[in-house]
């Protein structure tokens, strides 16, 4: 394990190598003690992962090969992060989350607890790039949403608590609670039944 800053790991943690904890943000390159990453206990991470400074992760936490955790995320206990997911730093991602594999997570991007994103997913934070003038604003995902695989989430979109995105859709605009929106751009549908929580 390779690590830079300083990190805190709980106890019963299993860190399998190669692994990278604290990794510097440009803010933190040149010096030596700054906040490095805190993990909770009971957490597996394994080969590949490289987490940022300034990244605090709860208990039970389990990751996939190969993920990017970057600086000032807050991720809480008993979340799945798996394969290749990208987290682009200053996120708040609750408990009890699932982010499949490939998933791509912009910078300031709010996943509340219990929510699930699907595989190749991409929720984005940026309205036009790349003029680097617009504000980055990621989306809002409630508590116990769902976005299925490679569906794309907009910039500054709220998806309602208990709401569903449908594989492969487009979602240009906020989502009310315990509706599903299909299509690409998404369109409001009832909840299926078998969906219903």
């Known amino acids: 394990m390779i690590e830079y800053g300083k990190n805190s790991i709980g ?9 990278s904890l604290g990794f510097p943000s440009l803010d933190c390159i040149d ?3 700054y906040p490095g990453t805190v993990i909770g206990r009971n957490a597996i991470i394994r080969s590949g992962a490289v987490i940022y400074c300034d990244v605090v ?26 394969n290749g997911v990208a987290i682009e730093g200053n996120c708040s991602i609750g408990n009890n989350v699932t982010l499949q594999s490939m998933t791509g997570i912009g910078a300031y991007t709010t996943i509340r607890d219990g929510a699930f994103i699907g595989p ?21 995902i409630e508590e116990n949403a769902v976005i299925g ?19 492969g859709s487009v979602v240009t605009r906020d989502v009310p609670p315990g509706v599903l929106a ?6 409001i549908r009832e909840l299926p039944k078998e969906m219903k929580r």
């Open 11 to 19: 106890e019963g943690a299993k860190i399998f190598e190669p692994v």
């Open 149 to 167: 695989a490679v569906a794309i989430v907009l910039p500054g979109i709220t998806i309602g608590k208990g709401a569903a995105v449908a594989a």
């Open 31 to 33: 010096k030596q003690d």
């Open 182 to 187: 299909m299509g690409s751009p998404a369109r």
């Open 120 to 140: 190749k997913a991409t929720l984005l934070n940026d309205r036009y790039p790349p003029d680097r003038k617009s504000e980055l604003r990621g989306p809002v």
């Open 57 to 82: 992760i709860g208990d039970n936490f389990r990751s996939g090969h190969n993920i990017i955790i970057r600086e000032k995320t807050r991720i809480g206990d008993n979340t799945v992060v798996g």
